[in-house]
């Protein structure tokens, strides 16, 4: 037996055909590999490729339901060139039928000319969870049968999710808002989520962006909760993959200096210009200007590369004799700085000039001068130029409270994205203020643990909240995923922020008063229970207008379902949205942010809910 990979695709009718019409594919020639196994490419099969069979052969293709259902074989796609074949189809080892394929002689044309077989008839009811699906190759003359792809109809309606095994999906995982039972948000004037977000290939990018509007906002809650599927999976470490690599802003290899043409190179944004300079022939020298021209994201995309110090480093590949480099460089004094000279020798063929945080200018306007010097007999090959961003310093946290019950921390970081803004924050039980903070986090003791802590909350001087519950019993920690920025911000920037000027915190109620840049000021009272942390939001004043500036935005990644922090929002207990697609704009009082697919990013992260009461 071999299993192979199964693929759902969106097949789009024309017409008033209802969407369980719609079937799902498995797509045949994605088999693993197994002896003899062919695939053959053809422009007419639906992937491009079929997968060949012959007489005795059996593959079984594997597939998952996330709920009970009653499955048909509606099509079996497959080309034939010469004899009829018979082919038997069963799930599970239970019988569904057979398909006898058309006699065909069109030597060899016939291969890329595919046929549907019609249903097979039978209908076969299956529990959620994993299912073969077989084609054994009872028949066939020595040439075979090609198969394209099988259809699949499930009676009591299409997955929302893709049937791959790789990936599952619930759709049964709802929450439930109250509303209906209880009255809660029937009399509340209405929120509005707008969807703003974008799509990604990067799991450490925040692609899901969406500000959430109401006409008062004067008392919310955001409550954080474990994910409604069921997962003893903690993954929780970061997933680079497809994401830019932020340590080299820019970079150039391989530059040939004995080359007597100017020599003009780009890499992304940057340029390299090279030119021979001067010959001292009575000296014997030689010298080369290379200028590179570049430019720099900054806090305005919500970046620090034109904030940040850089490292300048030139390595040289098959030199002799000794080489002098001078660096010279051009920022947002709009001056050049002075000439620095190193002298770089074959036993290390390389060195580096560092150059301040604060140098550069953010968009253009950016330049390195490098002036290389050397006997005119040596022949000069740069390996490469490469400024990088100078290595972060670790965050500087100190414990301002600890009742062995709560812990609260202020932390320094070594550069903040929101250049020279701070935060004050002070502890009301003491009096004791704290200056420079960018970021504070709140520690509450794990009930089932005699000297465990665990972060429930963290506020970034941006606004930005991180929210966890207790950590579940048996694990040391479980990892943020979702966030939500409290306070208004501009919904237009590519990373919203809503700065805060001051906080006064109670460590003994868990309150937290909470200061604005803009003039805005709330109260926060947390509520950390076994099950849930609570964030309760009352005496809310607004310095600019609620139908310009939302009150809150929420802050997720969706790379692919199985691969999120987030795949479904649900408004006041009704049918859940996709997070990404299929709407605008969301009319409710109650909002939940949640994960109908387990995650292999951020598996235990939590779901966030946001309910408006006034």
């Given amino acids: 037996m071999l299993a192979l990979r199964c693929t759902l695709y969106a097949i789009f009718l024309v017409g008033l055909v209802p969407i369980q019409a719609i079937p799902d594919v498995l797509e045949a020639e994605n088999a693993v590999f197994f002896e003899g196994k062919q695939v053959i490419p053809r422009s007419e099969a639906s992937g491009q490729a079929t997968l060949k069979m012959k007489k005795g052969q059996t593959v079984s293709i594997e597939f998952c339901l996330m709920k009970h259902s009653e499955i048909e074989v509606q099509n079996v796609w497959y080309s034939n060139d010469g004899e009829s074949d018979l082919i038997a189809l069963t799930v599970d080892n239970k019988k569904l039928g057979k398909v006898l394929t058309e006699t065909l002689n069109k030597d060899g044309a016939g291969w890329n000319i595919f046929k549907p077989s019609g249903s097979l008839g039978s209908i076969i009811y299956l529990s959620e969870g994993r299912h073969q699906l077989s084609l054994y190759i009872e028949k066939g003359d020595e040439y075979g049968v090609e198969i394209d792809k099988i259809e699949l109809f499930l009676h009591n309606g299409k997955q929302e999710h893709s049937l791959d095994c790789k990936v599952f999906c619930f759709d049964d995982i709802s929450y439930d808002h109250g509303i209906a039972d209880n009255c809660f948000g029937r009399y509340t004037s209405k929120g509005k989520l707008v969807q703003k977000s974008k799509k990604t290939l990067c799991a450490e990018e925040d692609n899901i962006n969406i500000p959430i509007f109401h006409d008062s906002a004067r008392k919310y809650i955001i409550s954080a909760n474990l994910p409604h599927y069921t997962s003893f999976a903690n993954n929780r470490m970061a997933d680079w993959d497809n994401c830019k690599m932020t340590l080299s802003l820019w970079s150039f290899r391989d530059i040939d200096l004995s080359q007597t043409q100017r020599i003009t190179k780009t890499s992304g944004d940057a340029t390299l210009f090279v030119t021979p300079l001067e010959t001292d022939w009575q000296s014997n020298l030689i010298s080369y200007g290379l200028i590179i021209e570049f430019s720099l994201d900054g806090p305005s995309l919500g970046m620090m590369d034109s904030e940040i110090g850089s490292v300048i480093k030139v390595s040289f590949r098959g030199m002799i ?76 946290s100190m414990k301002v409270y600890n009742d062995g019950m709560t812990i609260i921390e202020v932390v320094d970081m070594d550069i903040w994205w929101r250049v020279n803004e701070t935060m004050t924050i002070r502890i009301l039980n003491d009096g004791k203020v704290f200056q420079g903070v960018d970021y504070f986090r709140i520690y509450r003791k794990i009930p089932w643990s005699e000297k465990d802590f665990c972060q429930v909350f963290v506020m970034y001087q941006d606004g930005n909240v991180r929210l966890l519950p207790i950590t579940p019993h048996g694990l040391d920690w479980i990892p943020f995923g979702s966030s939500i920025l409290i306070g208004q911000s501009d919904h237009m920037a590519v990373r919203p922020a809503a700065p805060l000027r001051h906080a006064d915190i109670d460590p003994k109620e868990l309150t937290i008063q909470l200061a604005y840049l803009d003039g805005s000021f709330l109260s926060l009272k947390l509520d950390v229970t076994m099950k849930e942390t609570i964030v309760i939001v009352t005496d809310a004043f607004y310095a600019r207008s609620l139908a310009s500036y939302p009150f809150l935005t929420f802050r997720s990644m969706w790379v692919a379902n199985g691969k999120a922090d987030v795949d479904n929002v649900s408004v006041d207990g009704n049918e859940p949205h996709h997070i990404l697609s299929g709407w605008s704009t969301l009319h409710g009082t109650s909002f939940a942010f949640f994960r109908k697919c387990i995650s292999k990013h951020n598996t235990l992260s939590p779901d966030l809910r946001v309910k408006i009461i006034d």
Avoid: C
């Fill in 321 to 396: 004799n000794p080489v002098d480099v001078s660096m010279q460089y051009f920022g947002r004094l709009s001056q050049w700085s002075e000439s620095t000279k190193k002298t770089i020798y074959s036993n290390k063929t390389w060195d580096a000039w560092k150059v301040p945080d604060f140098t550069w200018r953010e968009g253009r306007g950016n330049s390195i001068r490098l002036t290389i010097t050397a006997l005119r007999i040596e022949r000069i090959h740069i390996g490469e130029v490469v400024m990088n961003k100078r290595d972060m310093a670790m965050d500087q």
